[in-house]
């Protein structure tokens, strides 16, 4: 499972940082005339990659070859039809600013370094968000809809009831969403330290177990993390070691009880509750066929599958394409499966149990990254996101605080087991249909 920031698709260092000027109103500072020029041409670069040496500077083509740009180039194109121009938006100094990027059907916003010396090369170019230019939550629909693949999509508004559907497409179809079950793993620290169960500084010992990739891979048997610091890394950033450290610190049995506390129509899908470990290694194990004896295997069988041979093979042992090679694995099977209805439910559980001061921990982690576009979030009051990806999957899921004080959900997924599906594409129509859906 790959890490999903949809707001920060990164296409270059961040060579921003050494000409960072004073603060300044953003009206007060103009352009260099080598700026402008490079944005002007930044409009054929992202079309045919000709001028590529010429254009980019020697420290960002060593970080970024043109077999590696060319790729991302070629998905913003595939997901978003051709470059029409490029627009300076705003400067912090002469040499460092933000472009308005057009493609025929979305605006990408971008940070742009040009070097200050000749022949004033770009050394750094950051796409921040990208935009679909569709105007209506129908027009969002019906492009979902036409994505190859199968998709799902809701609009809520939340209340004192049950939630009320705004806009659907598909929302009781189960989906596998990637990260976004981590949704989950939360409700059950809310629930514990809700409860008095637990509490957000309670203190968790590294006890040297095997973890996936993340911030904790590395820290040595002993040290201790805050369940505050493991949730705001689970969903800030969706770090897949603080999330496995979580489940175990809550206990399997917990979350799975959670399911049908929270809504999810279908549970036992989602029994034995993986981490993403245990994903992993059924996902990316070959020898002994550990996928197709847990796919055979009944809800007990599973279990004991998980507790003794999925926990003793090691990690070494996943195979180093699984992922990278941009191909769908089991996605129908082997995943955690929620409908945008599920999610829906979720969320609402989320917002009606963290409405007092003692949640105000919980809602502090849903914040921290909003996941959709920066003129889509200021449209809220408050945005709390989680989503998750993989080849073939894609999910992000929302909920959201009118600045009239009304809430609401916004859901999507995307899933095609047979190829991989568009990050890019799929997150543009989420967060235009954020900006759209706003009262």
């Not at 194109?77 to 121009?85: H, S």
């Amino acid at each position: 499972m790959r890490l999903l920031l949809p707001c920060l698709l990164v296409l270059a260092p961040a060579a921003a940082d050494a000409q960072t000027a004073p603060a300044a109103p953003a009206a007060a500072i103009a352009p260099a005339p080598a700026f402008e020029a490079r944005a002007k041409e930044l409009t054929t670069l992202l079309t045919d990659l000709a001028g590529y040496d010429g254009f980019f500077s020697p420290s960002f083509r060593a970080a970024i070859p043109r077999d590696k740009f060319e790729p991302l180039r070629a998905s913003l194109v595939e997901a978003n039809g051709p470059v029409t121009g490029v627009r300076v938006d705003t400067m912090t100094s002469p040499w460092l600013g933000t472009l308005e990027i057009d493609y025929r059907d979305a605006v990408a916003m971008a940070t742009m370094v040009v070097d200050s010396a000749a022949p004033h090369q770009v050394s750094g170019l950051r796409i921040t968000s990208v935009a679909s230019r569709v105007s209506s939550i129908d027009a969002v629909s019906a492009a979902l809809r036409a994505l190859h693949g199968n998709t799902g999509f809701a609009l809520a508004k939340l209340g004192a009831g049950a939630p009320r559907l705004l806009a659907s497409h598909q929302p009781d179809r189960p989906f596998a969403i990637g990260s976004a079950f981590k949704l989950i793993i939360l409700a059950e620290l809310v629930r514990a330290t809700n409860a008095g169960e637990r509490k957000w500084d309670d203190m968790v010992t590294l006890d040297g177990s095997e973890l996936p990739g993340g911030g904790y891979t590395m820290k040595p048997r002993g040290a201790q993390v805050s369940l505050r610091e493991l949730a705001t890394q689970m969903i800030s950033i969706s770090d897949n070691s603080a999330t496995d450290i979580l489940l175990r610190t809550l206990g399997r049995e917990r979350v799975e009880a959670m399911l049908p506390v929270v809504g999810v129509k279908d549970p036992a899908r989602n029994r034995p509750f993986l981490g993403t470990l245990e994903m992993f290694k059924l996902k990316g194990i070959e020898a002994n066929d550990l996928a197709g004896r847990w796919l055979a295997a009944d809800e007990a069988g599973r279990r004991a599958l998980l507790d003794g041979e999925v926990a003793k093979t090691p990690m070494l042992l996943i195979r180093p394409t699984l992922f990278r090679d941009g191909k769908p694995v089991r996605i129908e099977q082997i995943e955690w499966f929620l409908s945008p209805a599920d999610l829906v439910r979720v969320m609402d559980w989320l917002r009606r149990n963290t409405e007092e001061p003692k949640g105000a921990d919980a809602r502090a982690v849903l914040s921290k990254n909003p996941g959709i576009t920066p003129a889509a979030a200021g449209k809220w009051q408050w945005v709390g996101y989680k989503g998750g990806s993989e080849p073939g999957v894609m999910n992000m899921t929302l909920l959201l605080a009118a600045k009239t004080g009304d809430w609401y959900v916004l859901t999507g997924s995307w899933n095609d087991p047979a190829q991989a599906v568009s990050e890019l594409r799929f997150a543009g129509l989420i967060s235009r249909a954020a900006e759209l859906a706003a009262p």
